[in-house]
């Protein structure tokens, strides 16, 4: 490609992009297509030569596009977020130009001092710690694995890495805790029978009580108890586990304390969401995602640790071909985490950060919170709705009851989530807390305004009602 053809081409799509952000509305939030419609339209085999740019562009527009779901749309109410914003596609661009490997500080120096400075910065914006350093992972699943692993070592004066294991260790988590959890327990070679799950209280947070009982048992059994996983903003209902008795109780047996905050931690930009964080003192660990809520583009989790040196200890390695002249000088966060090669994650951070500035990540915030907060009085104040979970973030839990036997509410509550979701105006995904299934409405896209959380009332409120007179 010759250099006229790539800046006309840049130009071209750069104002496709702009042109689809501001005409996100006009998309329904979810594709209508089966499985396997896409792969019926691509050749099985790859061109044998070159195709022209016009052809693999308008393919771009025929056949990917109506296959994509649309989670900057005003309407999407799902999961949790996963946001973009201009600031951080601008950054995108300029790190795919760059084409850069920033393993260490010699392959990419600039790129490691900037993250150094803007998890710094995180750091303070969220009242983590002095103390505390940061690292950019990929996402809070990883960054729960790096913790897991780093956990293990502790617990075994890094045995584990040496010889393996040699008694069995146990991990610790609420029964609301995100499945990733599990995923690392696994992974990092604990075993799913060592993976503890401690009972929630009526606010679906974990009870202290419980858990150190059952450390006391695995004591007693010959376990070595090893890390406790609490969650500020659980999946399923944006629970808060209380860290200062968890915290207490691990300091008291020695167990290793990581925080998952994937999406609540953007909150504590907020002094008045602060209280989240009471007893962060004790805390080894901690992560959470800018790309959820804090408008930078996926991937881009926020891990935090207390140790330094014994968290690099873990992953370092060293063999010849990868020194430095520099390596006694500088971080390199190739010893950081599972993976040697490392994206410059943190020019769309510092490019984000600096042209929103706190205040302006903070107005975002709780205007978000304001919107699922008047959503919910909505729903209190509806005959047919049940709140289902407290909401201390933007994440509202409801369900429809129209007073029916409970074990038909499931079936009901199956049914109106779908003809919501048919409306192709929004979209919401579901849950089920106690075995109840449960519907999850979440604020938190850079592009939801008031108007859009008064359209998906309208729309759930109407579907509700339609439902319940058709099944009287």
């Known amino acids: 490609m010759k250099k006229e053809e790539f800046r006309r081409l840049g130009y071209e799509i750069v104002d496709w992009v702009a042109d689809y952000l501001e005409n996100l509305e006009q998309f329904k939030v979810v594709p209508s297509i089966r499985p396997g419609e896409i792969k ?32 900057q749309h005003p309407g999407w109410f799902a999961y949790f977020p996963a946001n973009n914003s201009p600031a951080s596609i601008l950054a995108e661009i300029i790190t795919a130009g760059l084409g850069a490997q920033c393993m260490s500080w010699q392959t990419s120096p600039a790129a490691t001092e900037l993250e150094e400075v803007v998890m710094e910065w995180l750091r303070k914006m969220i009242g983590l710690p002095e103390g505390m350093v940061g690292v950019i992972q990929d996402t809070a699943s990883t960054s729960t694995l790096c913790a897991l692993i780093a956990a293990r070592e502790r617990a075994t004066n890094f045995e584990v890495n040496n010889k393996g294991f040699y008694r069995p260790m146990t991990v610790y988590a609420s029964d609301q ?143 010849e071909y990868l020194k430095t002249a520099q390596d006694r000088l500088v971080r390199n966060f190739r010893d950081w985490g599972i993976q040697l090669g490392r994206r410059f994650r943190a020019l769309k951070l510092w490019f984000v950060i600096r042209s929103y500035g706190v205040k302006g990540l903070q107005a975002l915030v709780r205007e978000h919170i304001r919107l699922a907060h008047l959503f919910r009085s909505w729903l209190e104040e509806h005959p047919l709705f049940e709140i289902m979970a407290p909401s201390p973030l933007s994440l509202v839990c409801f369900r429809l009851n129209d007073g029916r036997p409970e074990e038909e509410l499931n079936k009901l509550n199956q049914i109106f989530h779908q003809r919501i979701n048919d409306s192709g105006q929004i979209f919401l995904t579901h849950t089920a807390l106690r075995g109840r299934y449960i519907l999850r409405f979440v604020v938190g896209s850079r592009t939801t305004q008031e108007k859009h959380v008064r359209l998906a009332w309208e729309i759930i409120r109407n579907e509700a009602e339609r439902l319940v007179s058709s099944k009287s």
């Open 40 to 71: 019926k339209q691509i050749p099985l085999s790859p061109p044998e030569e070159a195709e022209d740019w016009s052809q693999i562009l308008n393919d771009f527009h025929q056949i990917i596009l109506p296959g994509m779901t649309h989670w």
């Open 177 to 319: 805790a995100h499945s990733s959890v599990e995923k690392g327990v696994k992974i990092a070679g604990y075993g799913r029978e060592r993976m503890r799950y401690i009972p929630t209280d009526d606010n679906l947070a974990m009870i202290p009580e419980a858990l150190e009982e059952r450390i006391r048992q695995d004591i007693q059994a010959g376990a070595i108890p090893t890390c406790v996983v609490a969650t500020l903003g659980t999946t399923s209902s944006s629970a808060i586990d209380p860290l200062r008795p968890i915290g207490e109780i691990c300091a008291r047996y020695g167990l290793w304390l990581h925080v998952d905050a994937a999406y609540a931690g953007t909150a504590a930009i907020l002094p008045e969401m602060r209280w989240m964080l009471d007893g962060i003192e004790y805390v080894d660990s901690f992560v959470f995602n800018p790309h959820k809520w804090m408008l930078t583009n996926f991937d881009c989790s926020a891990f935090f640790v207390r140790r330094e040196e014994e968290y690099v200890r873990t992953f370092e390695m060293n063999p």
